[in-house]
């Protein structure tokens, strides 16, 4: 160890292995980002000590789970980055590991990085790896990962009352049961017989057209060129969307939907999202469907890079960055 008032580089994690290597007791405490005032305690001596911890010994501690392609991926510098990768080859690890090399040896805070996957087990799983990961770094906030919805619910709960569609942030999320029986008392409600029309299979129907980006209005549109099954499922769309409004309600869809149409009508809001998520990492890319496309861009409009994962059948996106560094 340097004698008192020496200054090395590193992470706080670090310094607590560099003391236990040494036999030193003491505590350390962050005092402005990675720079740690370390209080050290060897038999009757007692030093303060500003230490940032030498950075080849930790990136040797820290990279030396990965092999050569994963260590790569994890220490790119910003922008695209497309990785091809077989399955079981450590997709989420890098993952992991490239938001806890943000934070440890870029000085990124942990709350500029977003992670979404898309089940809440994976997204789960990648936070308990993340917090593994930087055990022992006193950051004072985590980074933000989640599924696709429950970061619209977010971003809807604080925001949606500024698209003046006449929603407040206290609207409820309807499940596929509320879904399916709302649908089901549309069918009925229009003197239709919903075993002809099965509500199941008609809620599926709005759903798929709400995922191509369809409304009541343009799926009508096409329907009456069509033929009258497709007709009649129209007059129920239009039906179920009046009555969620009424509601102040939404479907699993209408999270996408409303949280894309708030940030791509209200700038504001896009601009604050935009410079609070510097890196944005997308798991399972391959997966993404329009909507969920639209949402990644609009994120991350102000700098349109991407550094993604792929691997055959699928596509791993770790959002890729710009000046300020972002991932996705």
């Given amino acids: 160890m340097s004698e008192p008032g020496a200054v090395a580089s590193g992470s706080c994690a670090c310094l607590k292995r560099v003391a236990r290597r040494s036999g030193i007791q003491g505590s ?3 005092k402005h980002r990675l720079v740690s005032r370390f209080v050290i305690t060897r038999g009757s001596e007692t030093a ?3 230490i940032k911890c030498n950075s080849k010994l930790f990136m040797t501690d820290f990279l030396s789970q990965l092999n050569e392609q994963q260590r790569e991926a994890v220490t790119s510098s910003d922008g695209p980055l497309l990785i091809l990768a077989g399955a079981g080859s450590g997709k989420t690890r890098v993952i992991a590991h490239r938001i806890a090399y943000l934070i440890a040896e870029r000085g990124v805070w942990p709350r500029n990085i977003l992670a979404v996957t898309f089940t809440n087990k994976a997204a789960e799983e990648m936070r308990n790896r993340v917090t593994k990961l930087i ?9 933000f990962i989640s599924t696709f919805h429950s970061l619209c619910v977010r971003i809807l709960r604080r925001d949606i009352e500024t ?6 942030r206290s609207f409820t999320i309807y499940d596929q049961d509320d879904t399916v029986r709302l649908t089901r008392n549309a069918i009925r409600d229009l003197g239709m017989d919903d075993k002809q029309l099965a509500p199941r299979s008609v809620q599926s129907a709005i759903s798929a057209a ?13 329907a009456q060129f069509v033929d009258e099954r497709r007709a009649s499922i129209a007059r129920v769309f239009q039906v179920y969307e009046e009555r969620l409004h009424q509601n102040n309600a939404l479907d699993f869809d209408d999270l996408l ?12 809001v896009r601009e604050r999202y935009n410079e609070r998520f510097r890196y944005l990492l997308v798991d399972e890319y391959q997966d993404t469907n329009q909507l969920q496309f639209g949402l990644i861009r609009l994120l991350t409009e102000k700098q349109q890079k991407h550094l993604c994962r792929r691997r055959p059948g699928s596509v791993d996106l770790i959002a890729g960055g710009a000046p300020t560094s972002r991932t996705f």
């Fill in 28 to 30: 350390v405490v962050i």
């Fill in 48 to 50: 303060t000590r500003v």
């Fill in 135 to 143: 055990e022992g770094l006193e950051i004072g906030s985590a980074p």
């Fill in 163 to 168: 698209l003046n569609a006449g929603y407040t």
């Fill in 210 to 222: 709400k995922n191509r980006g369809e409304d009541a209005e343009a799926f009508a549109a096409k």
């Fill in 257 to 268: 939907i409303k949280t894309v149409r708030l940030l791509r009508d209200v700038p504001e």
